[in-house]
Nanobody
Framework: QVRLVESGGGLVQAGGSLRLSCAASVGIYHGAWFRQVPGKEREFVAAINWSGDSTNYADSVKGRFTIFRNNANKTVDLQMDSLKLEDTAVYYC???????????????WGQGTQVTVSS
């Protein structure tokens, strides 16, 4: 069983930055971040393969968010810059054996961390 724990969420003004971190109990999986707003479906944000040399981003965050990992520390982080009001959501870390934009392909999920962007 893989355990994922997110941290780093909080309240930030529009245009500001936050860094989310996902700590895994094992470090052999591909990683991803998703987000969800109440009443809406979970949305893909970014994914990174195990070696860290391949990344993929949702169009809505491309150029503003960066996903990276540290396999020695078994973490997958999401650096979020130029935050917008519409980035407000609960952000979830996910791990699996493939890197896709579909949440159903990921086997393990964290508990989520709230990110709130204010005007």
């Amino acid at each position: 069983q893989v355990r994922l724990v997110e941290s780093g969420g909080g309240l930030v003004q529009a245009g500001g930055s936050l860094r989310l971190s996902c700590a895994a109990s094992v470090g052999i999986y591909h990683g991803a971040w998703f987000r969800q707003v109440p009443g809406k479906e979970r949305e893909f944000v970014a994914a990174i393969n195990w070696s860290g040399d391949s990344t993929n981003y949702a169009d809505s965050v491309k150029g503003r968010f960066t996903i990276f990992r540290n396999n020695a520390n078994k973490t997958v982080d999401l650096q979020m810059d130029s935050l917008k009001l519409e980035d407000t959501a609960v952000y979830y870390c996910a791990a699996g054996r493939v890197t896709t934009e579909r949440g159903s392909t990921y086997n393990y999920w964290g508990q989520g961390t709230q990110v709130t962007v204010s005007s």
